[in-house]
């Protein structure tokens, strides 16, 4: 559990984790995708893994492992005016909740912290749910936090999905 003991000091970075992970739902519903990159550490990891539990992305299969690099490609592909793709009006909405500070190292600037999401997105005259936890490993910054890790467990990771997703959730 989070060491939210009531102090000023926890309560002070319990309240800018939130801002950040809401700021983040924010650019993604907005399509804002360099924006969204610009959140991430030149080594942060974006990583949605294909079973429950599993306890690495590295040599096996994931929905998502990708690097700053791989995320930078996929925004030039997604945002490519050939991406027939995208071309059906994609549009999601991001509820953040539940948002717990599993650990704080200040000796290493970073907080790790765990929160519930929930995720429409509508393309192609259908609606998609996903639903699941997040797990950040935050860096702190003179600019404020940057992400080292996204982990993304979704509900329902072993459900069918009609289409791959395009975007991130």
């Known amino acids: 559990m989070g060491n939210n003991n009531g102090s000023n ?21 907005e399509r804002r995708w360099e924006e969204w990159l610009d959140l991430f550490t030149d080594d942060g990891v974006y990583w949605m893994p294909a079973s429950k539990g599993q306890e690495s992305g590295e040599g096996q299969p994931n929905i998502f492992y990708e690097d700053y690099h791989l995320m930078n490609m996929r925004i030039r592909r997604v945002e490519h005016p050939y991406a027939h793709s995208q071309a059906a009006g994609h549009r999601t909405s991001h509820v953040v909740s539940n948002v717990i500070i599993q650990n704080e190292d200040l000796g290493k600037g970073e ?4 929160s519930r999401f929930h995720m429409v997105e509508y393309r192609l005259d ?12 935050l860096k702190t910054t003179g600019a404020g936090f940057k992400i080292k890790l996204q982990r993304v467990d979704l509900v329902n990771v072993e459900g069918p999905f009609d289409y791959v997703m395009q975007v991130w959730l």
């Not at 000091?9 to 519903?29: C, P």
């Not at 259908?126 to 997040?134: A, E, L």
């Open 111 to 114: 907080v790790v912290v765990s």
């Open 126 to 137: 259908d609606q998609r749910y996903f639903g699941g936890k997040y797990t950040h490993t």
């Open 9 to 29: 000091s926890s309560n002070d970075i319990q309240r800018k984790v939130e801002k950040f992970l809401y700021f983040q739902a924010e650019v993604l519903d």
